[in-house]
């Protein structure tokens, strides 16, 4: 099965960027075959460029109003009803719904940003959840093997 994992945000805006920096650090990782990460940046259209895959999971940054690095687990099914919201003004979510109707196998890793304005770091709670994301994501990859 081929999968797409899809980091998300903007690095130049503290913790948008944070599905970035999970997908940087993805990368450098011993994954299954079959996998590709893709620094997804905030380019909705990259939607539209994992037709091939059969299964994609994005991380991102998303207001959920739980406190600062806290990680919400969604799927396609959730994405309709979800009241997390990504922090773009177009969810991720919704343009992979238009690009890919029928997209089944879909998990998105929210984190709850604290910090969103102009700089390159990470808030200190977001950086810490960056190696829990990691970890959840390997488990999610492994558990559909």
Known sequence: ??????????????DDGVGVHVARALSGLDLPDGVV???????????????????????????GDGPPGTMYR???????TSQERSCHDITLLETLCLARPAVR?????GIEPKE???????????????PRVIERVREELEARL
Do not use: H, Q
């Not at 099965?1 to 503290?14: C, E, F, H, Q, R």
């Not at 196998?105 to 890793?109: A, Q, R, W």
């Open 1 to 14: 099965m081929d999968t797409a994992i899809l980091g998300v945000g903007n690095i130049l805006m503290k």
């Open 37 to 63: 990460v893709i620094d997804a940046g905030t380019d909705p259209d990259v939607a539209y460029d994992v037709d091939w895959a059969a299964r994609v999971i994005v991380v991102d940054a998303m207001r």
């Open 74 to 80: 969604l799927t396609g099914a959730d994405a309709a």
């Open 105 to 109: 196998d879909l998990v998105v890793f």
């Open 116 to 130: 969103i304005g102009c700089g390159l770091d990470l808030s200190p709670e977001v950086a810490e959840t960056v």
